[in-house]
């Protein structure tokens, strides 16, 4: 259930807007048109007849705030029974304030975004009319959106603007708090969407009390197994969706005193698991590192010991603590204003008595010297009087003086607290502005991680380019080498039938070689006959045959007898032989 002072702030814009003429009071036309406005918004059955019966004794002017409010209350707020949209409630308010306010078109934010500056305003400013928001709170909301945009707050230039702010009395309006952001005052150098996206986050925090948001792995009930999901933590409830968009919800787990959460070990493949028991279901749920883990671990269980204890959502509670130590500081300002005040009147009054006492010290000296010449008689007895008086004054005066002193001694206690105060108000702004700096030094982190991240993608592109290439090489080198080895074969094939037709002659010269030999030892064998026959001859008839001529050398002997060629014809014929060979395996 929303606040009441928070849902008064937004009719508040809305019911100035309707004020056209700014005295603080509209018809009773138009306040019927807003009543029903707001009924439909919150869900709350609109009575008609009601503002009638209510203003039914000033029928003839328009009603003013202080006379609204009692309906307000009594037939609008007071039936408020169940949770309502409070961004159409907002948006509704919005449409019928800013128009007649600001123009949006100048500035660089679009209307939505104004809008949502505007909402952060009403959440932000003091419960106070006409609403405005202090020096305190403006830093409060700037800091977190340059820190949402990943900048730092101008240190020198916000003081700059605390000194222009005193003219304004320390506070601005909603119309310039948008004028302000829209500008581009703190956020120079920087591109509209990221102001957009700033403001979003600061809106998402502030306004719809998302704590954290990212994805994680969720664990099924019924069919067990893992799927991503976009978590959103609220104060009492951890949403998830299909993705950052949040159109299609999945569910909701319902946070209360009862819940726990738990980290658990790794299984199933799944690392940085954590479980969040309640009271029917359980939910395991899988980080993507540990340092996500961590956090959600520390954001889910902070907003359960919240609802232990009844607290609201931290930057409420924030909001709350910063306005309970204003208030504090200034009823300590106040008191010591008004001891200083007291101190100072007290002061006042022992002069003025001092004064007194000096001025009568002053005329009885001129009367003792007036009376001088007749009391000369009574002398010693008034320089007796007299001493005795002063030794009476002095005392007073030391008396006086020394609680003068008894009241600087408790004034300066006050200071030296005062003093404590300024100093533990330092060391706080010191302890913020370090936890700052650690939160800009883990932002850098992560943005040093995406660029790395980026890189290592780029070279991996590249070397899958070159693996490519290389492949793409090895296919064109493996295509050449299977011709070369299908050259090869054939060669080989080439040599092979080479090889075989000659080891064919070969064994057909060795047969020859063989026939011949055979051949010349049968020649041999006959001449040896022929011989041993004509010796016979020779003996028995006693004649010698005369030598014939003819050729000297051995006559060649084939398989029909003597060769009819020479050696000569014979090489000539090994020649052309061997030739006709060689030609025959160049040719293969």
Known sequence: MWLRDELLKSIWHAFTALDVDQRGKVSKSQLKVLSHSLCTVMKIPHDPVALEEHFKDDNKGPLSNQG?????????????????????????????????????????ISDQDAFKVWCIFNFLSEDKYPLVIITEEIEYFLRKLMDAMGSGLNEEKFADYKLQLNKKNNCLSAWELIELVGMGYFSKGMNCQTLSMGIMEVFQELILDVLKQGYMMKKGHKRKNWTERWFVLRPTSLSYYVCEDLVEKKGDIILDRTCCVESLPDKEGKKNLFIIKCIDKCFEISASDKKKKQEWLQAIQTCIQLLRLGLPSPHREARLRRRELRQRQQSEEDDLAERLKHLQGANENKQRQLEGMRKKMEEAKAKAAVEEHRRKQTQLDLQDRY???????????????????????ELEQYLQRVRELEDMYHRLEEALEDERQAKQ????????????????????????????????????????????????LAKERALQAAMLQLERMERERHGALEQYEKVSRKLERAANKTKTWKDKVTKHEGLVRLIQPGAKGPQRITNWGPASFTDAELELRK??????????????
């Open 575 to 588: 020649k052309s032989w061997q030739e006709s060979k060689n030609q025959g395996a160049q040719a293969q």
């Open 68 to 108: 609204y409010m009692p309906y307000l209350n009594k037939f609008i707020l007071d039936k408020v029974q169940e949770e309502f949209d409070i961004l159409e409630f907002n948006k509704m308010c919005w449409t019928l304030c800013y128009k007649k306010n600001i123009c949006t078109k100048n500035l660089l």
């Open 441 to 488: 030094d883990e932002e850098a982190v992560l943005k040093l991680q995406a660029r790395l991240l980026e890189e290592e993608a780029a070279k991996r592109a590249e070397l899958e380019q070159i693996h490519l290439q290389q492949q793409r090489a090895l296919s064109q080198t493996e295509a050449e080498k299977q011709e070369l080895v299908a050259e090869q």
């Open 387 to 409: 001493r005795l008086d002063l030794e009476k004054e002095k005392m007073v005066r030391q008396q006086m003086e020394e609680q003068v002193a008894q009241k600087s001694s």
